[in-house]
């Protein structure tokens, strides 16, 4: 098998406490890697104005392979507000690095898997016919449009008089023709032909591969007509080369009233940037939150994992830490899983699920309580703990069939 280089971005908070953690997995694992650390995030744009540096994306262009921790993203306002003072005013702008990221290395396939593990006091449960419990399994897989859409960066306030020249010959503008300039905010919504087809082909590609008998385009076409509709147009056309798999559509809005009547029923969904990130994190609800959310970001060359969680700093300096970190280990059996080395990665995924279903070693979430100091006197694991539990569960030779 060949040596990875791994370039390892801990970021903010809670992202420095959780990446260790999946690193002390692939290791009890035997995965053999080179780790590279590489700065970003809000410390960078502090200092320098810059929160995604060269060098690390120097980094990344060369390895091909990243890992993850979490960002701290604040408003316009607050970011320039915390840039060393002899930065300001010289009209540095903070965009998201992961964002940045994905545009930058063209990371355009978002893969978020969202599947129950048995046992789990956090999985979505329901009243069944006979008014009992009926806890479905959930495993829905959410490929999102990871560069275009609304998360594009291309917006304004104050638009440039071009731009209000532009928008001004479509009818539907005359209703904000007389609003001052400064008083308007416009962010654009731009989705590509290609970028459509390649996500949707990945998502067709992937059910096919594992055997789900569904792909839905959860988008909003009748009332986005333009952008939801190409996408729409583009799965119909995907669709005919893989006749085995039914092609559904859901509106974004229904689609968040289906997920808590009926999960099971959904395999495969692909939607744009926005609808693919809300759905995502909809679907991560009904199967434990943000705390078992893992996240692929994958392009022709580079591949970036990652938990969905945020970075969650007033948990960062808690001693001993409390955050789950199932996401992160997740995020890295994808890592595994995108370079061929499944065996691995499920040897992983049936640990974690072995420490789930035995209910012993359960972090503040998992417990349904208050996270702080008082979480560990209550009972919950700390984040090493359940590291400890997962490795314990690798070393007991009973996830290795």
Not at 139 to 144: E, N, P, Q, W
Not at 221 to 245: F, Y
Request: aromatic share 8%; with cysteine; proline share 6%.
């Amino acid at each position: 098998m060949n040596r990875y280089t791994v370039v390892t971005m801990p970021g903010d908070g809670v992202g420095k406490v959780v990446l260790p953690e999946a690193l002390r997995v692939l290791d009890a694992v035997g995965f053999d890697a080179e780790y590279v650390h590489a700065e970003i995030g809000w410390d960078e744009w502090i200092q320098h104005g810059n929160p995604l540096p060269q060098r690390t994306i120097d980094l990344l262009a060369e390895h091909k392979l990243g890992l993850f921790g979490a960002i701290t993203s604040k408003p316009k306002r607050e970011a320039d507000a915390e840039l060393r003072p002899e930065l300001r005013g010289k009209g540095l702008v903070y965009y998201s690095p992961i964002v940045t990221m994905r545009q930058r290395f063209d990371l355009d396939v978002c893969i978020r898997p969202c599947r129950s593990f048995p046992g789990n006091p956090l999985n979505f449960v329901r009243r069944d016919r006979n008014g009992g419990i009926d806890e479905p399994k959930v495993d829905t897989v959410i490929f999102r449009q990871n560069t275009e859409g609304l998360y594009a960066g291309v917006e304004w306030t104050d638009p440039p008089d071009q731009v209000v020249a532009a928008l001004a010959t479509h009818p539907r503008f005359k209703a904000f023709a007389s609003t001052p300039k400064k008083d308007l905010a416009i962010s654009t919504r731009i989705f590509t032909r290609r970028a459509c087809r390649r996500i949707v082909e990945a998502a067709f590609a992937y059910a096919e591969q594992h055997g789900y008998r569904s792909v839905t385009v959860c988008e909003k076409p009748n009332v986005l007509r333009e952008t939801s509709g190409m996408m729409e147009q583009v799965a119909r056309e995907v669709q005919k080369a893989h006749p085995t798999i039914q092609l559904w559509s859901t509106n974004i809005d229904a689609q968040m009233m289906w997920l808590t009547k009926n999960p099971e029923d959904y395999g495969v969904i692909v939607a744009g940037n926005m609808f693919g990130d809300i759905v995502s994190d909809a679907f991560a609800g009904l199967v434990g939150g943000l705390g078992f959310a893992c996240s692929a970001n994958i392009g022709d060359e580079v591949a970036v994992f990652e938990p969905t969680h945020g970075s969650a700093p007033k948990y960062e300096t808690l001693q001993p830490s409390i955050v789950n970190p199932i996401a992160m280990i997740l995020s890295a059996a994808m890592m595994l899983d995108h370079i061929g080395d499944s065996s691995r990665a499920n040897r992983i995924r049936r640990a974690i699920a072995q420490v789930v279903a035995a209910g012993e070693v359960r972090t503040y979430d998992m417990m349904r309580i208050p996270g702080g100091p008082q979480s560990i006197a209550q009972g919950a694991a700390s984040t090493s703990e359940m590291t400890d539990a997962i490795l314990a569960a690798l070393a007991s030779g009973a996830v290795h069939a």
